[in-house]
C-alpha cells in the first residue's frame, strides 16, 4: 500500500510503517525489532517493541548500538557513523515490490565490527543493488560490546546474539507484507558478522529462520569464558561497581562506554588476548558451533557459500605499522606465529612457495588468518553435509598503498556499492565495477537459486577466485598496480 503523496507503506505486526521511493525502489529504514536496550531491559534478553498507532516514519535510519570510534587509523578505512537514541534494535528493507503477492527471496545482512563496532547504517551496506536485482534486503543493527557481549552472572549470554534471533523472526512474522517470501531467506554477514551467521546455523532457537547462509571473513567460534569475563572485571575495576549487569545498568552509558574504550586497547582480532565475543551457553549455544556443524548436527540442509580475502591481516597489520614491526623481527616472528597457530616447519615451508617474496609479516599475518578463518572455513565447507558448498577468494588488491587484499575489501563488490564515496577509503581510487558486477550477481544467484555459479567445493582443491590477476577484464587500475609495487610499505594515511 502506498500514501497519497506516493510514499510505500507496510503493515507489519506492530504498526504501519512509511518509507520512502528511492529510484523505483521502497526503502524502509529504522523499523523497530525489538524494545529499546534501556533500564530494565539494558543487559536482558530482547524484547518485542511497543505497537503504535498511525503511521510510523520509516524514513532515516534510525539509533545506532552504543559503541565507541575506531581508532583513527582504522576510523579513515573504516566508515562507521554513530546515530544516537534508546531505539536502537532497528533495521531497514529495500525492495522492489511492497505487499505479500511478490514472494520476492531475502538477504538478511549482519554486519562486522569485531563485536563492538558497525551498523546497518554504514554507507557502504545500501541495499539498492540488491532491491534492483530482485531481492529483498534487510540489514539489521544488534547490541555491541559489553552490552551485547559482556559476560556477567544476572544477565544472559550472548545478548547480541538474542538480537539477531529476534530480527529473524521480525523477518519471518513481516517480510511477506514487503515483498519477501519468509521461506527464502538468505542470512549473510562479514567478520564478526559471519562468525554470528556461523553461531545462528548452530543455534537451537534459530532453526527455521533461514533457508541458506554466507559466512565472509569469519569462521564459526566462540571464545572461553575466561577469556571474555576479564573484559568486564576490568570495566568494573575502572568504574569501581561490581562485576554484574544490575550495577552496570546504573552507570551512565558515557561512563560505560569510557571504561570499554580502554579495555579494548588490551584485545585485538589477529593476536588474540580478552574480547567481546560469543560464548558457549545452554539457552543459545549449548556446544561450540563449529564442532556441531563440522559433525553434521545441524543445518545439513541449507547451502553455504564461504570465503576469505587473499590478505586478510593487512587490515589489521598495516595502518598501524605493524607490518614494518614485524618484518623487522623477522624469523623470531614467524617462529611465534607457528607456535601459536599450531603449524609445523613443513607447513611454513609450503606457505612460503605459495608466496614468493613475502615478507615475515605476511608470512606470519596468513599463518594466524589461516588458523582463524581459512582452515575453520575449509572444516565447515568440507562437512559431511546434505547441502553443499561454495568455496571463494577475493584476491583483487586495494588502491590503497599497502593494504593488498585486506579484511573487508570485498564488501562494496558484494553490495555493488563501490560509486558510494566511503568504499574508496579501502579501495582507493580506480576499483573495477566488472568485479562488482561478477561478485554481486554471484551473491545474488545464490539467495536466488541456492547455487552461486560455480560447482561446489569437494573438500580440496583451490577456491573459486574473484579478482586474481589471472582475470584480465577486471584486472586493476593505476592505482591499483601502484598498491603492487608498494605492498611491502608501511600505509600512510590521510
Not at 170 to 192: K, Y
Not at 242 to 266: G, I, N, Y
Not at 337 to 353: F, Y
Request: hydrophobic letters at 45%; proline letters at 10%.
Amino acid at each position: 500500500m502506498s500514501a497519497a503523496d506516493g510514499r510505500p507503506r507496510a503493515r507489519t505486526r506492530h504498526g504501519v510503517v512509511e518509507g520512502r521511493t528511492e529510484e523505483g525502489l521502497a526503502v524502509f529504514r529504522g523499523i523497530p525489532y525489538a524494545a529499546p536496550p534501556v533500564d530494565a531491559l539494558r543487559f536482558a534478553a530482547p524484547a518485542p517493541p511497543a505497537a503504535w498507532d498511525g503511521v510510523r516514519d520509516a524514513g532515516s535510519y534510525g539509533p545506532t548500538a552504543p559503541k565507541v570510534p575506531y581508532p583513527q587509523r582504522f576510523a579513515a578505512l573504516l566508515p562507521d557513523p554513530g546515530i544516537p537514541g534508546d531505539d536502537c534494535l532497528n533495521l531497514n528493507v529495500w525492495t522492489p515490490a511492497t505487499g505479500p503477492g511478490a514472494r520476492l527471496p531475502v538477504m538478511v545482512w549482519l554486519h562486522g565490527g569485531a563485536f563492538t563496532r558497525g551498523s546497518g547504517a554504514v554507507p557502504v551496506y545500501d541495499g539498492s543493488a540488491f532491491a534492483r536485482d530482485g531481492v529483498v534486503l534487510v540489514s539489521a543493527n544488534y547490541r555491541l560490546g559489553v552490552l551485547g557481549y559482556g559476560l556477567f552472572p544476572d544477565a544472559p549470554a550472548n545478548r547480541g546474539l538474542l538480537d539477531q534471533i529476534a530480527a529473524l523472526e521480525w523477518v519471518r512474522d513481516n517480510i511477506a507484507e514487503f515483498g519477501g517470501d519468509p521461506d527464502r531467506v538468505t542470512l549473510f554477514g562479514e567478520s564478526a558478522g559471519a562468525i554470528s551467521v556461523g553461531a545462528l546455523l548452530a543455534a537451537p532457537r534459530a532453526a527455521g529462520l533461514f533457508a541458506r547462509a554466507a559466512l565472509q571473513s569469519g569462521a564459526p567460534e566462540v571464545l572461553p569464558r575466561d577469556r571474555v569475563r576479564p573484559m568486564v572485571r576490568r570495566m568494573a575495576s575502572l568504574l569501581k561497581v561490581p562485576a554484574t549487569a544490575e550495577a552496570f545498568a546504573a552507570v551512565p552509558s558515557d561512563a560505560l562506554l569510557a571504561a570499554q574504550a580502554a579495555v579494548l586497547r588490551r584485545s585485538g582480532p589477529l593476536f588474540g588476548g580478552p574480547g567481546f565475543h560469543l560464548v558457549t551457553d545452554p539457552d543459545t549455544l549449548p556446544e561450540e558451533p563449529l564442532e556441531v556443524l563440522a559433525r553434521g548436527r545441524a543445518a545439513r540442509e541449507i547451502p553455504l557459500l564461504v570465503g576469505w580475502t587473499a590478505q586478510e591481516h593487512r587490515l589489521w597489520l598495516a595502518p598501524s605499522g605493524a607490518m614494518r614491526l614485524v618484518d623487522q623481527l623477522g624469523p623470531l616472528a614467524v617462529a611465534l606465529a607457528r607456535h601459536r597457530s599450531g603449524k609445523d616447519r613443513l607447513a611454513v615451508r609450503e606457505l612460503r612457495e605459495e608466496l614468493p617474496g613475502a615478507g615475515p609479516a605476511d608470512v606470519v599475518g596468513r599463518l594466524l588468518t589461516d588458523q582463524l578463518l581459512r582452515d575453520p572455513l575449509r572444516r565447515l565447507a568440507g562437512a559431511d553435509r546434505d547441502a553443499p558448498s561454495y568455496l571463494y577468494e577475493f584476491a583483487w588488491p586495494s588502491g590503497v598503498p599497502g593494504l593488498g587484499a585486506c579484511h573487508a575489501l570485498e564488501l562494496g563488490f558484494v553490495f555493488d556499492t563501490l560509486a558510494v564515496p566511503e568504499s574508496a577509503w579501502l579501495a582507493g581510487p580506480d576499483a573495477p565495477q566488472a568485479l562488482a558486477d561478477e561478485m554481486h550477481a554471484a551473491w545474488v544467484r545464490f539467495a536466488v537459486t541456492g547455487c552461486p555459479g560455480w560447482e561446489p567445493w569437494d573438500g580440496s582443491g583451490p577456491p573459486k577466485v574473484f579478482g586474481g590477476p589471472e582475470r584480465e577484464d577486471v584486472r586493476e587500475g593505476a592505482g591499483a598496480r601502484e598498491a603492487r609495487r608498494e605492498a611491502a610499505t608501511p600505509l600512510a594515511l590521510p
